[in-house]
Protein backbone atom coordinates (compact mmCIF):
# COMPACT_ATOMS: atom_id res chain seq x y z
CA UNK A 1 0.00 0.00 0.00
CA UNK A 2 1.20 3.44 -0.98
CA UNK A 3 1.78 6.48 1.47
CA UNK A 4 -1.53 7.88 0.44
CA UNK A 5 -3.94 5.17 1.20
CA UNK A 6 -2.01 4.23 3.84
CA UNK A 7 -2.95 7.76 5.65
CA UNK A 8 -6.04 7.79 4.35
CA UNK A 9 -6.71 4.44 5.68
CA UNK A 10 -5.48 5.81 9.15
CA UNK A 11 -7.31 9.10 9.17
CA UNK A 12 -10.82 7.55 8.49
CA UNK A 13 -10.23 4.48 11.05
CA UNK A 14 -9.05 7.30 13.57
CA UNK A 15 -12.38 9.00 12.51
CA UNK A 16 -10.15 12.44 11.55
CA UNK A 17 -12.15 13.95 9.23
CA UNK A 18 -10.08 16.89 8.91
CA UNK A 19 -6.97 14.43 7.98
CA UNK A 20 -8.88 12.22 5.38
CA UNK A 21 -9.78 15.79 3.98
CA UNK A 22 -6.35 17.57 3.65
CA UNK A 23 -5.03 14.55 1.96
CA UNK A 24 -7.18 15.05 -0.91
CA UNK A 25 -7.06 17.47 -3.77
CA UNK A 26 -9.06 20.77 -3.97
CA UNK A 27 -11.01 19.46 -6.97
CA UNK A 28 -11.01 15.57 -5.51
CA UNK A 29 -13.50 13.75 -7.42
CA UNK A 30 -15.95 11.35 -5.16
CA UNK A 31 -18.32 8.79 -6.84
CA UNK A 32 -21.00 7.58 -4.62
CA UNK A 33 -22.61 4.57 -4.51
CA UNK A 34 -25.69 6.58 -3.71
CA UNK A 35 -25.63 9.28 -6.92
CA UNK A 36 -25.13 8.73 -11.12
CA UNK A 37 -22.93 12.22 -10.90
CA UNK A 38 -19.69 12.56 -8.61
CA UNK A 39 -19.13 15.17 -6.36
CA UNK A 40 -16.06 18.02 -6.79
CA UNK A 41 -14.28 19.34 -4.62
CA UNK A 42 -13.24 19.24 -0.62
CA UNK A 43 -15.82 21.18 0.18
CA UNK A 44 -18.32 18.17 -1.20
CA UNK A 45 -16.58 15.86 0.01
CA UNK A 46 -16.24 16.48 3.54
CA UNK A 47 -20.14 16.57 4.31
CA UNK A 48 -20.42 13.30 3.25
CA UNK A 49 -17.92 11.58 4.86
CA UNK A 50 -18.71 13.10 7.95
CA UNK A 51 -22.03 11.74 7.42
CA UNK A 52 -20.34 8.33 7.24
CA UNK A 53 -18.46 8.53 9.81
CA UNK A 54 -22.34 8.94 11.69
CA UNK A 55 -24.15 6.10 9.42
CA UNK A 56 -21.57 3.23 9.32
CA UNK A 57 -21.34 1.10 12.56
CA UNK A 58 -18.36 -0.64 13.40
CA UNK A 59 -16.77 0.37 10.28
CA UNK A 60 -13.07 -1.50 9.92
CA UNK A 61 -10.98 -1.86 6.69
CA UNK A 62 -9.79 -5.50 6.27
CA UNK A 63 -7.14 -5.55 3.41
CA UNK A 64 -5.44 -3.07 1.16
CA UNK A 65 -4.16 -3.31 -2.39
CA UNK A 66 -2.54 -1.21 -4.56
CA UNK A 67 -1.50 -1.28 -8.09
CA UNK A 68 0.74 1.24 -10.43
CA UNK A 69 -2.46 3.50 -11.13
CA UNK A 70 -4.81 2.95 -7.49
CA UNK A 71 -5.28 1.51 -4.46
CA UNK A 72 -8.39 -0.46 -2.76
CA UNK A 73 -9.03 -0.74 0.64
CA UNK A 74 -11.68 -2.64 1.48
CA UNK A 75 -14.00 -2.58 4.37
CA UNK A 76 -16.85 -3.99 6.57
CA UNK A 77 -19.16 -1.99 8.70
CA UNK A 78 -23.13 -1.74 9.33
CA UNK A 79 -25.64 0.19 8.52
CA UNK A 80 -28.34 -0.59 11.11
CA UNK A 81 -29.48 -4.23 10.76
CA UNK A 82 -27.88 -4.55 7.71
CA UNK A 83 -24.06 -5.54 7.07
CA UNK A 84 -21.89 -4.02 4.29
CA UNK A 85 -18.77 -4.83 2.38
CA UNK A 86 -17.46 -2.42 0.76
CA UNK A 87 -14.36 -0.76 -1.18
CA UNK A 88 -12.89 2.77 -1.59
CA UNK A 89 -10.74 3.25 -5.07
CA UNK A 90 -8.18 5.70 -4.61
CA UNK A 91 -6.52 7.41 -7.51
CA UNK A 92 -3.95 9.84 -6.61
CA UNK A 93 -2.24 12.45 -8.58
CA UNK A 94 2.26 12.62 -8.83
CA UNK A 95 2.20 14.28 -5.12
CA UNK A 96 0.54 11.61 -3.25
CA UNK A 97 -2.71 13.46 -3.07
CA UNK A 98 -6.33 11.80 -3.51
CA UNK A 99 -7.77 13.27 -7.08
CA UNK A 100 -10.17 10.46 -7.30
CA UNK A 101 -12.15 8.58 -4.15
CA UNK A 102 -14.61 6.20 -5.62
CA UNK A 103 -16.87 3.57 -3.00
CA UNK A 104 -18.80 0.72 -3.72
CA UNK A 105 -20.88 -1.13 -1.55
CA UNK A 106 -22.48 -4.63 -1.69
CA UNK A 107 -25.30 -6.12 -1.08
CA UNK A 108 -28.28 -4.30 -2.99
CA UNK A 109 -30.01 -4.14 0.29
CA UNK A 110 -27.06 -2.34 2.61
CA UNK A 111 -26.93 -0.25 -0.54
CA UNK A 112 -30.41 1.09 -0.09
CA UNK A 113 -30.32 1.31 3.52
CA UNK A 114 -27.10 3.65 3.22
CA UNK A 115 -29.00 6.04 0.99
CA UNK A 116 -31.53 6.12 3.10
CA UNK A 117 -29.78 7.18 6.09
CA UNK A 118 -27.53 9.01 4.13
CA UNK A 119 -29.63 10.87 2.11
CA UNK A 120 -31.09 13.43 5.48
CA UNK A 121 -27.87 14.06 6.61
CA UNK A 122 -26.78 15.93 3.62
CA UNK A 123 -29.68 17.58 2.66
Known sequence: MNDAAARFRAAIEAGDLDAAVALCRDDVEFRS????????????????????????GGFHYVAGYSGDDGHVLEFAATV????????????????????????????????????????????
Open 80 to 123: GEREVQGVDILRTDEEGRIRELTVLVRPLSAAVALRDRMGPLLS
Open 33 to 56: PGVHRPYRGREALRPILGAVFTVF
